[in-house]
Nanobody
Framework: QVHLVESGGGLVQAGGSLRLSCLASGRGFTDYHLGWFRRTPGKEREFVAAINWSGAQSYYADSVKGLFAISRDNAENTVYLQMNGLKPEDTAVYYC??????????????????WGQGTQVTVSS
């Protein structure tokens, strides 16, 4: 069992920045692939970014490429999402997720095994 807790959300003006954190409990963190997704009311979960177990490979949605950066600290069991240049359309609940198996479909939320409760990000215009 993996327990995930996100933090760092809040209200920010357009153009501002936020850094989300996700702390994972349990063993085996260094073996996990990690992802960030977001959801707005009435919509499906949307892939934002992901990082592989070693941190050597990262992936981004086209809408955030060049603005957001995902990173991980395996010593601290934590994954981060640095969000710069925020826009009102980035407003959503952001979730981190864990994929335990080696094979991994990066952008498919159904491919992840554990999810956090989410943290609200609101970007005002």
């Amino acid at each position: 069992q993996v327990h995930l807790v996100e933090s760092g959300g809040g209200l920010v003006q357009a153009g501002g920045s936020l850094r989300l954190s996700c702390l994972a409990s349990g063993r085996g963190f260094t073996d996990y692939h990690l992802g960030w997704f977001r959801r707005t009311p009435g919509k499906e979960r949307e892939f934002v970014a992901a990082i592989n177990w070693s941190g050597a490979q990262s992936y981004y949605a086209d809408s955030v490429k060049g603005l957001f950066a995902i990173s991980r600290d395996n010593a601290e069991n934590t994954v981060y999402l640095q969000m710069n240049g925020l826009k009102p359309e980035d407003t959503a609940v952001y979730y981190c997720a864990v994929r335990k198996a080696t094979r991994w479909t990066v952008r498919d939320p159904e491919n992840y095994d554990y999810w956090g409760q989410g943290t609200q990000v609101t970007v005002s215009s």
